[in-house]
């Protein structure tokens, strides 16, 4: 959490919104604590037209609701005003720097402080940044929690004028775990860099096992010099592709449960929720591998080892008086393979810019999902036709199959060009039209009987 003012300070200060002198008088609050997150949360409050008074014993009688923004450490002093807040509601926004720190939660012992009072967690996962720079460039949520359905209302309707939504999570002793919230590191980036670290260790090991160790094992050559810039190139772009149409994977999957079950009412199974609330993190990973893999292409023509092979290759042409004649299939092949990898990259960066917070909430529902779906599949179409233009006719000499495996982009095509196969199963005009009705509400009955009742009933 942002730092909170180290000591109580005694002065008085009041602060009225501008343009309110004609105007009714707005509803007073009282914040305790003037460090970022408080000067923050006052200066949003008279925004939204709240009077705000910090850090004074008449504030504490005159305004119903006190925003406690000051560490558990300084609550002591809280005692002596348990007159002055009897029947206040307090507003615990602090967090801990570690978990377990204390027997009881913060709000829970301010309760104990001052039983008098109707305490509420909230605010406490938001920062003085956020406060700072609005809700639709932050997290727009608050999670509160109380042992009173009032106190928890007033908190909820003052955080719903500052713009943020509000989400209640039960009874005080949720405080712990709303306290904790802060204190996750990246929770819901863990699986899917679990999904990215695993992929990038398997294809690394099974790359240098194909190319470095067979070479030396059966050709007596070493080329493990290789590992830091090829080997390296090769693994970016298929971990890339494959956690791309991991992306569009459970949106396919979704799709067909839904044909299956003939209604959007029924519960996905937790694995498939889990991985569909993933998606955005996954696919920011492969734009991430993507944007390796393009920064690696760049510097293929200033590596030692292919000026070299180029001079080499120049020299023995000379020397033999030779002349390599023009393949235009192969210049197709590499023009084509290349074209299609700069555009599949430029959709893959739109994708990625329209992911941020800023860019989608000046979109409508229908211009962000047309770029997340429709360009998506677009540019997972792209991605894997760039892949396959760099395979070619690779896949038919027996030489490609070195201890008898497949080569890592053989493999990496599996994924993407099943998730593409069955897009296009559901874009078939008969199940298009069945998955639309389902999704407009239609269900579809099994039973006769209850068939018959719908049908009374409509």
């Not at 959490?1 to 000591?7: G, N």
């Not at 009072?117 to 920062?127: D, E, H, I, M, R």
């Not at 209640?168 to 919230?181: H, I, K």
Request: glycine share 6%; net charge positive; charged share 20%.
């Amino acid at each position: 959490m942002d730092k909170m003012s180290e000591e109580v300070k005694p002065e008085s200060l009041s602060l009225c919104p501008l343009g309110t002198a004609a105007a009714p008088e707005p509803e007073l609050l009282c914040i305790f604590g003037t460090g970022d997150l408080g000067r923050s949360l006052g200066l949003r409050l008279l925004q939204a037209g709240y009077r705000v008074v910090m850090s004074h014993v008449a504030a504490a009688q005159s305004a119903p609701l006190v925003l406690m923004c000051i560490q558990r450490d300084h609550y002591d002093f809280l005692e002596t005003l348990a007159p002055q807040l009897k029947g206040k509601v307090l507003v615990d926004v602090s967090n801990n720097i570690k978990k377990n720190m204390y027997p009881e939660a913060n709000a829970e012992y301010l309760q104990r402080l001052i039983p008098a009072a109707k305490v509420v967690k909230a605010f406490n996962t938001l920062s003085a940044w956020a406060l700072q720079n609005g809700p639709s460039d932050a997290n727009r949520q608050v999670f509160l929690c109380g042992d009173s359905k009032e106190a928890k209302q007033a908190v909820a309707d003052m955080a719903t004028k500052l713009g943020f939504t509000v989400l209640d999570r039960g009874s005080l002793s949720v405080a712990r775990e709303l306290e904790d919230f802060p204190l996750q590191l990246f929770p819901e980036w863990r699986l899917p860099l679990r999904v990215a670290v695993g992929l990038t260790a398997f294809f690394f090991f099974y790359v240098v096992l194909r190319d470095v160790i067979y070479a030396y094992v059966v050709q007596g050559k070493d080329i493990s010099f290789r590992i830091m810039v090829s080997l390296a190139n090769k693994v970016f772009p298929i971990v890339s592709l494959i956690m791309l149409a991991l992306c569009y994977l459970p949106g396919v999957v979704a799709a067909f449960f839904q044909l299956y079950r003939g209604t959007k009412y029924k519960r996905f199974p937790n694995w498939l929720d889990r991985w569909m609330l993933c998606r955005k993190q996954l696919g920011l990973l492969a734009l991430g591998f993507a944007f390796l893999h393009v920064m690696y292409t760049l510097i293929i023509p200033i590596r030692y080892y292919v000026r070299y092979r180029i001079a080499a290759r120049t020299i023995s042409d000379i020397r033999e008086n030779r002349t390599s004649e023009f393949d235009s299939t192969s210049a197709w092949r590499t023009d084509s393979y290349y074209s299609v990898g700069i555009l599949g990259f430029a959709t893959y960066l739109l994708l990625g810019i329209t992911s941020l917070p800023s860019v989608s909430n000046a979109l409508s529902w229908r211009e962000f999902n047309f770029i997340q779906s429709k360009l998506g599949y677009l540019t997972l179409l792209l991605c894997t036709l760039h892949t396959y233009l760099y395979g070619w006719n690779r896949f038919l000499y027996p030489s490609s199959y070195k201890w008898y495996t497949p080569s890592a982009y053989q493999l990496c095509l599996v994924l993407p060009s099943a998730v593409l196969v069955l897009k296009l199963l559901l874009l078939l005009p008969w199940v298009d039209r069945s998955l639309t009705r389902i999704r407009q509400g239609w269900e579809r009955k099994t039973d006769p009987e209850e068939a018959s009742t719908g049908l009374l009933l409509t």
